[in-house]
């Protein structure tokens, strides 16, 4: 098995009240591909509920944005 070295930083954006997926970055291996993906999620209004429901792409680094469970930063609004 070919083992990559590369990393690679994937962010989503969730609204807490509305749970609606705001935004997501992604940077590294595959990223454009993956993020086609994700901008028809966003495009039709996904909920971070359907994204945990959904089964993500193995293998690939596209099945880490559905298993995205902590919460790593709280913004607040101003």
């Not at 990559?4 to 990223?31: F, I, N």
């Not at 966003?42 to 880490?64: M, N, R, W, Y």
Request: net charge neutral; charged share 25%; aromatic share 4%.
């Amino acid at each position: 098995m070919l083992r990559r070295q590369e990393k690679t930083v994937m962010k989503l954006v969730v609204d807490q009240e509305t749970d609606k997926v705001l935004g997501a970055s992604m940077c590294g291996p595959d990223a454009p591909e993956i993020m086609q993906g994700i901008a028809v999620a966003l495009k039709c209004g996904a909920t971070k509920a359907q994204f945990d429901s959904t089964v993500g792409i193995h293998p690939s680094a596209a099945e880490e944005f559905v298993t995205m469970r902590s919460v790593c930063f709280k913004a607040h609004h101003c």
